[in-house]
C-alpha cells in the first residue's frame, strides 16, 4: 500500500516537509530569525534568490501559516507588503537550530559560519537536545524511535 505524502499524510515529517522541505523556505525563515529580516528587498540581498523564486516561496510561507504578510508604507512611496514570523514560524528555530549544528558537525567548512542561540538574559549559549519530561537529558545514542499518534503527544 503506497504512503500518502505531503498535506494528506499520516506522518508528522512528510507534512512538516511539505511546509519547509525547499532550500529556499527555511533560508527565508532564518533570515527572518536572525537579522530580522521582514521585507522582499532584505530577504533578496541577503540570500541572493531570484525575484520570481522569493515571491513563490513567500507566497507559499503564508499560505502555510509560517509568516503573515503585513502592509506597510514609507512616507511618499506606494504601500508594500512585509512578511512577519508567526508562532509558527518562530517554532522553527528548533529545526534551524538542529540544521546549523548538524552541519558544523558533519559538513565543516573553515570559513563556514552558522547560527549561534543564545539566552537572550544570559547570553549563555544554549545547546539542543532530547529531554525527558522529566527533564533528564537522553544522550542521542541512547534514543529509539518510535511511531506513535500525534494526539498522544499533544496529550503530554
Not at 525563515?29 to 522582499?40: D, H, N, P
Not at 523564486?53 to 504601500?79: A, F, H
Request: aromatic fraction near 6%; glycine fraction near 8%; charged fraction near 30%.
Amino acid at each position: 500500500m503506497a504512503k500518502t505524502l505531503g498535506k494528506e499524510s499520516t506522518c508528522s515529517i512528510a507534512r512538516s516537509l511539505e511546509a519547509v522541505g525547499d532550500t529556499w523556505t527555511l533560508l527565508i525563515i532564518r533570515e527572518a530569525m536572525l537579522t530580522g529580516a521582514t521585507r522582499f528587498r532584505e530577504f533578496r540581498e541577503a540570500l541572493g534568490v531570484a525575484p520570481n523564486i522569493l515571491s513563490k516561496r513567500l507566497e507559499k510561507i503564508v499560505e502555510d501559516g509560517l509568516m503573515e504578510r503585513r502592509t506597510y508604507q514609507e512616507p511618499g512611496s506606494r504601500s508594500r507588503d512585509e512578511y512577519v514570523l508567526t508562532e509558527s514560524g518562530r517554532a522553527l528555530t528548533l529545526v534551524i537550530g538542529a540544521l546549523a549544528d548538524w552541519g558544523r558537525i558533519h559538513r565543516p567548512r573553515p570559513d563556514g559560519t552558522s547560527p549561534c542561540f543564545t539566552g537572550e538574559e544570559t547570553g549563555m549559549v544554549a545547546r539542543l537536545g532530547f529531554v525527558t519530561v522529566d527533564g533528564e537529558f537522553v544522550p542521542p545514542a541512547e534514543l529509539v524511535a518510535q511511531r506513535t499518534p500525534d494526539t498522544r503527544l499533544a496529550a503530554s
